[in-house]
């Protein structure tokens, strides 16, 4: 059975940086894509930043040049770098990958305040 564990969030003023981290365990088979979303309250989970297997890889408009997504293939984790972070970037960000199955964290907040 996989599981997501993100790590890395918390508080920081705007215009600082967080970087969040996803490990996946267990057996995961058919891997598309990993990526982070995110959840602010109110409004719907939206996709922040995706590395589908073997292509580039591509983020929300809202986070280009400041937000760098990778992934460390040999320790089945994916990073979320974020950078002069904003307070509309509060949220809850969600790990996901997509294999042949579907799968997510737990959920890891976000704040971006002074």
């Known amino acids: 059975q996989v599981q997501l564990v993100e790590s890395g969030g918390g508080l920081v003023q705007p215009g600082g940086s967080l970087r969040l981290s996803c490990a996946a365990s267990?057996?995961?088979?058919?891997?598309?894509?990993m990526g982070w979303y995110r959840q602010a309250p109110g409004k719907q989970r939206e996709l922040v930043a995706q590395i589908i297997t073997n292509n580039s890889p591509n983020y929300a408009d809202s986070v280009k040049g400041r937000f760098t997504i990778s992934r460390d293939n040999d320790k089945n984790t994916v990073y979320l770098q974020m950078d002069s972070l904003k307070p509309e970037d509060t949220a809850v960000y969600y790990c996901n990958i997509q294999s042949r199955f579907n799968y997510w964290g737990q959920g890891i907040q976000v704040t971006v305040s002074s």
């Open positions: 267990g057996s995961i088979f058919d891997l598309y894509a």
